[in-house]
């Protein structure tokens, strides 16, 4: 049994090599041969580009000797400095009255203070918002496999959850939209980039290593991330146990 752990190159080719009992430089020698646009120039592959590869890959190798038992998982956020993720990582359903909180304790200007209350109480218009606090199917918590998708989310078309989470920019949108003012420049600011390092047997399909192989082909090739060089974890609406957490990290 093995982890998968896409926390950096290295990490990602030492899961690898437990996975495929091979040699770190087995792996680089033979993802740096595979030219990715010239496959799909030359062949008729119908694959996503990291289900080529990781064929490719075990054509030459063979299947894993050894199966995933948990995977690491990184939950990318934006949180007050003192955050401490003690009750773990909760659902948006459990913590959004402390995400309202949060945004009126930033505000220091009353009729701001006045008016985000007075939000809170009543209808915010934004779709997405009311989307996401109307179902608990979009609770999360949720995170990447691959801890540099956290600085590609141009790359992968991806919202930049460091930038700000989704619901505290729906928040913003609504409030604009009510009171015709922005505070998302006073709120952002104070708020600090936060990724929470876990683990999870939850999800440990083979389908994993596709990505984590993508991500290394990238890696070994100097090329820009590929937006399937990831993916991503959907908790469900339920938290993440404090003792999951391996390291919460401030940048």
Known sequence: MAILDCESYS????SICTLYGITRHDIITFLRKIDVEEEYKSKVIYDTCDDHIKNLFESRFGKPIKRIRKTRW???TRVPMNTDFSEGILPLHEVLGRIWDTMEAILVDPQEKNNISALKSSYVPDFQYNLKTHDHHHSGPYAMLVR???FNAKHINNHDYLGVPEIIEDICNGYREAYGCCIYSTIVAALKKCIVKFESSKCISEHLIAPALLYCWCKANAADFHPFANTCFDSGGKAIPKGRI???EFL
């Not at 990490?11 to 030492?14: I, R, V």
Request: glycine share 8%.
């Open 11 to 14: 990490s990602s080719l030492g």
């Open 74 to 76: 990184f939950h990318l």
């Open 148 to 150: 540099d998708a956290a």
């Open 246 to 248: 391996i390291r919460v």
